[in-house]
């Protein structure tokens, strides 16, 4: 079983900066990808980052600039270092692991979320 745990959400003013961290623990094989989501009240939940196990990053464009997403192989760790924070990205954001077992299958994990708010 494996289980993600998200950590550093909080309240922030615009402009201010955060930094999210994301600790996979259990039984992991191989790790494909690890992401990071967001789902603001009322909205759909959307991809913020995506990092592979090689290193490639992607961002969404309302992001991008202001996030970076890191990861810690040797800790099974992602991180969201988030800047210029804005009302908007006033959100749970949740950690998401896709791996692949001995096997080949790929499984999803999802972390609890955290939460983040910006206040204007």
């Known amino acids: 079983q494996v289980q993600l745990v998200e950590s550093g959400g909080g309240l922030v003013q615009a402009g201010g900066s955060l930094k999210l961290s994301c600790a996979a623990s259990g039984s992991i094989f191989s790790i494909n990808t690890m992401c990071w989501y967001r789902q603001a009240p009322g909205k759909q939940r959307e991809l913020v980052a995506r990092?592979?196990?090689?290193?490639?990053?992607n961002y969404a464009d309302s992001v991008k600039g202001r996030i970076t997403i890191s990861g810690d192989n040797a800790k099974n760790t992602v991180y969201l270092q988030m800047s210029s924070l804005k009302p908007e990205d006033t959100a749970v954001y949740y950690c998401?692991?896709?791996?692949?077992?001995?096997?080949?299958?790929?499984?999803?994990?999802w972390g609890k979320g955290t939460l983040v708010t910006v206040s204007s």
């Open positions: 998401k692991l896709t791996t692949t077992d001995y096997s080949g299958r790929g499984t999803i994990y």
């Open positions: 990092i592979t196990s090689g290193g490639s990053t």
